[in-house]
């Protein structure tokens, strides 16, 4: 019990920065896109 426990702690800690750097390059990448399609259609206008 103490180890599959110790074993899930790990695992947390371990997908816990994956999941963070893959939230922050997701929100990057959609406001990027954004103000790219942004500023194009600015210069197509």
Known sequence: ???SAQIYV???TD???W?????VLLISAG???FLLSHNGNEVIR
Do not use: A, E, Q
Request: charged share 10%.
């Open 1 to 3: 019990m103490r180890l």
């Open 10 to 12: 790990l695992l947390t």
């Open 15 to 17: 997908s816990f920065p």
């Open 19 to 23: 999941l963070t750097k893959f939230v």
């Open 31 to 33: 406001s990027l896109i």
